[in-house]
């Protein structure tokens, strides 16, 4: 009963922290200290629910980009997610050949989210200056293509931070636009991680895992992915993104006054 548990809260931790701006990976790292750590194999199945719930959020602007490719403005618009995952998956393939992995400490996942806090701060002063700006130029997808491997290298720094305010920075200054082209490149970047890492823990897996708690787990992130992000793209049409920044700082600094060895 306490590892079904302890499989719902990484679930609802999951479901939550993917694509806000405050890091899954660092949230799960945070919470496995206390929750007891977990296979690589269980993070997958709890991520690729997570996964499940933005692809059907997104699911009618998907159709549109796909019944529309014919349309230069949705051709061009594909075209930019295409090389903005490309970039992702082949920078991600050789920091994965260099033998890359990322640490189980908690130290170096609090100052990711300081550093993040304040950069994200700073990315909303900047933007609020710029005129309001939809279009998505081939150097924000460059960019975002680029800061999800920084996202990957450094737990803590959040996947959807980097690139919402990459994208900010870049000439996006609208944010639900900015959002918006975030998460749609983000579904086959963390589509192919996962389904990587699942070939992988599958063909090293013995075969011990508990199955039950994969499913409960992998639908209470898809559930509280849901309700997250839904909740997410109608907030950040009347606010910024400040209060997930002083979260960031405040959670980071307590982790580092509290936790200082962990």
Do not use: C
């Not at 949230?27 to 690589?40: D, K, N, P, Q, T």
């Not at 990711?112 to 950069?119: L, Y």
């Amino acid at each position: 009963m306490t590892d079904l548990l302890n499989a719902v809260l990484l679930g609802i931790i999951e479901g939550i922290t993917e694509f806000l701006p405050i890091s899954s990976t660092g949230h799960l790292l945070v919470a496995e200290h206390w929750l007891g750590a977990r296979s690589e194999l269980f993070n997958v199945v709890i991520q690729a629910g997570a996964i499940l719930a933005v692809t059907l959020i997104y699911r009618q602007r998907l159709w549109q980009l796909a019944r529309g490719l014919g349309q230069r403005e949705n051709r061009d618009y594909a075209l930019k997610l295409a090389v903005s995952f490309l970039i992702t998956a082949v920078l991600g393939f050789a920091v994965t050949k260099l033998g890359f992995k990322l640490p189980e400490k908690i130290t170096p996942v609090a100052w990711a989210f300081v550093i993040g806090g304040f950069w994200m701060l700073a990315a909303e002063y900047f933007a609020a200056k710029k005129p309001d700006r939809r279009e998505i130029t081939w150097t924000v997808a460059i960019l975002v293509g680029l800061a999800q491997i920084v996202a990957a290298i450094f737990p803590g720094t959040s996947r959807s931070a980097a690139t919402i305010f990459v994208a900010l920075l870049a000439g996006t200054s609208n944010r639900p636009a900015a959002t918006e082209f975030a998460f749609l490149v983000g579904i086959p970047t963390m589509f192919a991680a996962s389904g990587y890492e699942l070939l992988k823990a599958y063909k090293a897996h013995e075969g011990h895992e508990d199955w039950s708690a994969f499913g409960i787990a992998f639908v209470v992130s898809t559930i509280t992915a849901f309700v997250a992000v839904k909740w997410l793209l109608g907030y950040i049409r009347t606010h910024k993104y400040t209060w997930f920044a002083v979260y960031r700082i405040v959670l980071g600094a307590a982790l580092l006054v509290f936790m200082p060895n962990a």
